[in-house]
């Protein structure tokens, strides 16, 4: 599935179709969770859509929302929306493909995701599109405006978040760095303690071998002087 993002993500649909089915194929397979499926049907109808089969991607559309239903998935059930809106609007069912989008919106809406205005910004794109081929221009400017403002917005949010991320790359590299400063500090004041320790117990085995050495010599003397 996420081989098939890829090539859907440079608009290669021919690429993306097989994997999409594949993997749907396989999550039916091995049962996995409901919403996998759901996902794995979104996106063949995206590509369907993408490839001019839109009565094709309709079906599977169809299918991939009454899953979404069940799960009370807001933005699954408004991305599958807007991908069946689409459908309906390269079909020229201008009235359904409204509708669609209208109740994507308020999928949307009811959603507390930080992901929904992308949501919604491909919701406002197919939606000003739809009015345009209905020959509502007025709309279409309006729901248009929404979008350059809304894309503003997120490439604004994404922009603070990077520089975010960068203050943080940064003040985390400061920190790691006083660590390491502080670290070799200890490693020097260490190597110091050890070299004066090593110094005084130096100190203290000549002094002990000049102590040994004089009273030798006054034995020695003692010795003598008996002699």
Same mark, same amino acid.
């Given at each position: 599935?996420?081989?098939?993002?890829?090539?859907?993500?440079?608009?290669?649909?021919?690429?993306?179709?097989?994997? $999409?089915?594949?993997? %749907?194929?396989?999550?039916?397979? &091995?049962?996995?969770?409901?919403?996998?499926?759901?996902?794995?049907?979104?996106?063949?109808?995206?590509?369907?859509?993408?490839?001019? =089969?839109?009565?094709?991607?309709?079906?599977?559309?169809?299918?991939?929302?009454?899953?979404?239903?069940?799960? *009370?998935?807001?933005?699954? @059930?408004?991305?599958?929306?807007?991908?069946?809106?689409?459908?309906?609007?390269? +079909?020229?069912? $201008? =009235?359904?493909?409204?509708?669609?989008?209208?109740?994507?919106?308020? $999928? &949307?809406? =009811? *959603?507390?995701?930080?992901?929904?205005?992308?949501?919604?910004?491909?919701?406002?794109?197919?939606?000003?599109?739809?009015?345009?081929?209905?020959?509502?221009?007025?709309?279409?400017?309006? $729901? *248009?405006?929404?979008?350059?403002?809304?894309?503003?917005?997120? %490439?604004?949010?994404?922009?603070?978040?990077? %520089?975010?991320?960068?203050?943080?790359?940064?003040? @985390?590299?400061?920190?790691?760095?006083?660590?390491?400063?502080?670290?070799?500090?200890?490693?020097?004041?260490?190597?110091?303690? *050890?070299?004066?320790?090593?110094?005084?117990?130096? %100190?203290? &085995?000549?002094?002990? +071998?000049?102590?040994?050495?004089?009273?030798?010599?006054?034995?020695?003397?003692?010795?003598?002087?008996?002699?």
């Amino acid at each position: 599935n996420s081989m098939g993002l890829v090539y859907a993500q440079s608009d290669n649909y021919e690429k993306a179709l097989p994997l $999409f089915r594949e993997s %749907l194929a396989k999550s039916r397979s &091995i049962g996995s969770p409901v919403r996998r499926l759901a996902v794995g049907m979104n996106n063949i109808g995206m590509s369907e859509c993408a490839l001019g =089969r839109q009565q094709e991607a309709l079906v599977i559309l169809e299918e991939g929302l009454a899953i979404a239903h069940t799960l *009370s998935d807001n933005l699954l @059930t408004a991305e599958i929306l807007n991908q069946k809106g689409n459908a309906l609007l390269q +079909l020229k069912r $201008f =009235r359904e493909a409204e509708i669609c989008f209208l109740e994507a919106r308020k $999928f &949307i809406l =009811r *959603s507390p995701s930080n992901t929904r205005k992308e949501k919604l910004m491909d919701n406002y794109s197919f939606s000003a599109a739809m009015y345009a081929g209905a020959g509502d221009y007025r709309q279409a400017y309006w $729901f *248009s405006q929404k979008y350059s403002a809304l894309r503003q917005e997120i %490439l604004s949010e994404e922009k603070n978040r990077k %520089l975010a991320d960068k203050r943080r790359w940064y003040e @985390t590299q400061k920190h790691e760095n006083e660590i390491k400063l502080l670290e070799q500090e200890n490693k020097l004041k260490n190597l110091q303690r *050890s070299a004066l320790a090593a110094g005084l117990g130096l %100190l203290a &085995i000549i002094a002990l +071998l000049a102590y040994s050495q004089q009273r030798n010599n006054r034995r020695r003397e003692r010795q003598l002087a008996e002699v």
